[in-house]
C-alpha cells in the first residue's frame, strides 16, 4: 500500500506570495491532518479535515486554510507569506472514523524556506 | 488542557545498550491513546508503537516497548540492543479517543548512538 505522499518536496518563496502544498493519504485514510514543524516551536497542529470537512483547527493565524476533495486529498494555502512561516509542513492520514483511537502515518515532508 | 512533556532534550548511547526516552502526559481524558514516533534527519515522521489507556499490558513492537504507568502518567519508550539507525529525533504524542482534540506532540528527544 503506498504511503503517505507530499508535493512538492521543497519550495522556495519570496515574502508576501502565497504557496499551496498537496497532501495524498494512504489509500482507504479519511483523515488528513497537517503540521507545521520548527526548531523553535517543534510541532505545531494546523488543521484536521475529515470527509471534506475540517474537524480540528490550531492555533494559527487565517492566513493559513485547507480544503479536502472527496477523494480525500488535501491542499493547505498560505497567503501573504512572512519570514517565520519557514518551515517543514508534515501531512498525516488516518482512517478518520470508528471507534478506537488509530494512529496517524506521515508523509515525507514540504520543506518550505520564504526569503 | 493536555499536555505532553519530553525531559530529555538529547542522550547519548552506546551501540547495543538498551536506552529509555521519558514521556510524561497530562490528560482529564478516561479514553486516550498515546504514540511514539521516530524523525530521522530525512524529516519524515516513522510510526512506532501506541499504547491505549484501557490496555493492561504494555505494547511492545519488535525492539520497541512502552512502559506504560497510568498512575505515574509516564509512557516511556525502551529501545532494546540499541543500533546506529536509532540516531533519530523521537516524539511522543498523545489524542483523545473522542477525536475532540487534536493530537499533540513533546517537544521531542534527539537521540545519539555511539559506536
Known amino acids: 500500500k503506498a504511503g503517505v505522499t507530499q508535493t512538492p518536496r521543497y519550495l522556495i518563496k519570496t515574502r508576501g506570495q502565497q504557496v499551496t502544498l498537496s497532501c495524498s493519504p494512504i489509500?482507504?485514510?479519511?483523515?488528513v491532518s497537517w503540521y507545521q514543524q520548527t526548531p523553535g516551536q517543534g510541532l505545531q497542529f494546523l488543521f484536521e479535515?475529515?470527509?471534506?470537512?475540517?474537524?480540528n483547527k490550531g492555533n494559527f493565524p487565517g492566513r493559513f486554510s485547507g480544503r479536502q476533495f472527496s477523494n480525500s486529498r488535501s491542499e493547505m494555502n498560505v497567503s501573504t507569506l512572512e519570514l517565520g512561516d519557514s518551515a517543514l509542513y508534515l501531512c498525516?492520514?488516518?482512517?478518520?472514523?470508528?471507534?478506537?483511537?488509530?494512529?496517524?502515518?506521515f508523509g515525507p515532508g514540504t520543506r518550505l524556506t520564504v526569503t | 488542557a493536555q499536555k505532553i512533556t519530553q525531559t530529555q532534550p538529547g542522550m547519548f548511547v552506546q551501540e547495543k545498550e538498551a536506552v529509555t526516552l521519558d514521556c510524561t502526559y497530562d490528560?482529564?481524558?478516561?479514553?486516550?491513546?498515546l504514540f511514539w514516533y521516530k524523525q530521522p534527519s530525512s524529516g519524515e515522521m516513522i510510526f512506532l508503537i501506541y499504547?491505549?489507556?484501557?490496555?493492561?499490558q504494555n505494547a511492545t513492537e519488535g525492539r520497541y516497548s512502552l512502559n506504560f504507568q497510568k498512575a505515574r502518567k509516564s509512557a516511556n519508550l525502551v529501545i532494546s540492543a540499541s543500533q546506529l539507525g536509532d540516531s533519530a529525533m523521537y516524539f511522543c504524542?498523545?489524542?483523545?479517543?473522542?477525536?475532540?482534540?487534536?493530537?499533540?506532540f513533546g517537544k521531542g528527544t534527539r537521540l545519539h548512538i555511539l559506536p
Open positions: 498525516a492520514s488516518d482512517t478518520g472514523g470508528g471507534l478506537g483511537i488509530h494512529e496517524q502515518y
Open positions: 489509500s482507504g485514510h479519511r483523515s
Open positions: 479535515y475529515f470527509s471534506e470537512t475540517q474537524r
Open positions: 490528560t482529564s481524558d478516561q479514553s486516550y491513546g
Open positions: 499504547q491505549g489507556s484501557y490496555d493492561e
Open positions: 504524542a498523545m489524542r483523545d479517543e473522542n477525536r475532540d482534540d487534536k493530537i499533540i
